[in-house]
């Protein structure tokens, strides 16, 4: 990948105006503190390096029976509100999101909104907590953001890199049923949503890799697995029996924004 002679010192200077930014340069990470906590801090946690650069997978991150509190919290509809306006339920912690008008009347003119997100929770701080106590995550870059994908039957989600105003690492911890994620790797860094149509743009090398999420693992993008891969649930049934159910919680940290 060409870079510019005026190289990025730092991962702010990918948030200045578009005119402003240096060109890309993928930050170098080490798993070291990682692997010694996978090592020495739980018998049953497995690190795994997968075959994307930069993909680590953590397996068996949460046990069974916190799995079940999880889940039982999202599903509180006293505490938890699904989004249901698109194929797949998701739910969204902290920031905004948009909320789609209904597909029924095509002819419709009504405006997506913009909602406010309820913040992180309390009920997910001890998580968050676990992933400081591993070295996942630096413990003053503790996430503000997670949103909150269900899939059944054949439903994904398209091809993607997540935004690049979040930094590194973005982490995902997988529940229930276990799913494979497909890694596209690209020809350099690109920043495009799949809402805006940019996404299904960018260019590729052709080079796809398939890593296996099972239930309770926590898949950690740092990296080219980042910044420079496109990541996807295909939209597919196969290899899904009739009670396949994946819940995905994925955790986010954008600078500047600090948890109040």
Same mark, same amino acid.
């Given at each position: =990948?060409?870079?510019?002679?005026?190289k990025?010192?730092?991962?702010?200077?990918? %948030?200045?105006?578009?005119?402003?930014r240096?060109?890309?340069?993928?930050p170098?990470t080490s798993?070291?503190?990682?692997?010694?906590?996978a090592?020495?801090?739980?018998s049953?946690l497995?690190?795994?390096?997968?075959?994307v650069?930069?993909?680590?997978?953590?397996?068996?991150?949460?046990?069974?029976n916190?799995?079940?509190?999880?889940?039982?919290?999202?599903? +509180?509809?006293?505490?938890c509100?699904?989004?249901? +306006?698109?194929?797949?339920?998701? =739910?969204?912690?902290?920031?905004?999101?948009?909320?789609?008008?209904?597909?029924?009347?095509p002819?419709?003119?009504v405006?997506?909104?913009?909602?406010?997100?309820?913040?992180?929770p309390?009920?997910? =701080?001890?998580?968050?907590?676990r =992933?400081? +106590?591993?070295?996942?995550?630096? +413990?003053?870059?503790?996430p503000q953001?997670?949103?909150?994908?269900?899939?059944?039957?054949?439903?994904g989600?398209s091809a993607?890199t997540e935004? %690049?105003?979040f930094?590194?690492?973005?982490?995902?911890?997988?529940?229930?049923?276990?799913?494979?994620?497909?890694?596209?790797?690209?020809?350099?860094?690109y920043?495009?949503?799949?809402?805006?149509g940019?996404?299904?743009?960018?260019?590729?090398?052709?080079?796809?890799?398939?890593?296996?999420?099972?239930g309770r693992?926590?898949?950690?993008?740092?990296?080219?697995?980042?910044?420079?891969?496109q990541?996807?649930?295909v939209?597919?049934?196969?290899?899904?029996?009739?009670?396949?159910?994946r819940?995905?919680?994925?955790?986010?940290?954008?600078?500047?924004?600090?948890?109040?």
């Amino acid at each position: =990948m060409s870079l510019d002679k005026k190289k990025r010192k730092c991962i702010d200077q990918f %948030f200045a105006p578009v005119s402003k930014r240096p060109c890309f340069q993928i930050p170098k990470t080490s798993q070291r503190e990682v692997l010694a906590f996978a090592e020495n801090g739980s018998s049953n946690l497995k690190l795994e390096e997968t075959i994307v650069p930069g993909l680590t997978l953590l397996q068996n991150f949460i046990t069974p029976n916190e799995e079940e509190k999880i889940l039982k919290y999202l599903n +509180d509809p006293l505490q938890c509100t699904w989004r249901t +306006d698109l194929s797949r339920r998701t =739910m969204h912690f902290g920031g905004t999101y948009c909320l789609m008008p209904p597909k029924a009347n095509p002819s419709s003119k009504v405006q997506p909104q913009i909602l406010q997100a309820p913040p992180m929770p309390e009920e997910l =701080m001890w998580l968050i907590q676990r =992933m400081v +106590d591993a070295h996942v995550l630096p +413990d003053d870059q503790r996430p503000q953001y997670c949103i909150v994908n269900e899939y059944r039957g054949n439903l994904g989600i398209s091809a993607h890199t997540e935004n %690049f105003q979040f930094a590194e690492p973005v982490v995902g911890l997988s529940l229930l049923s276990a799913c494979h994620i497909r890694f596209h790797e690209l020809v350099k860094p690109y920043d495009g949503s799949v809402r805006s149509g940019k996404a299904s743009k960018a260019e590729k090398t052709g080079l796809v890799e398939d890593v296996l999420l099972p239930g309770r693992s926590l898949l950690v993008m740092r990296g080219e697995s980042r910044w420079k891969w496109q990541h996807e649930i295909v939209r597919s049934a196969k290899g899904r029996g009739p009670n396949w159910k994946r819940i995905s919680l994925t955790f986010r940290y954008k600078p500047d924004d600090k948890i109040k």
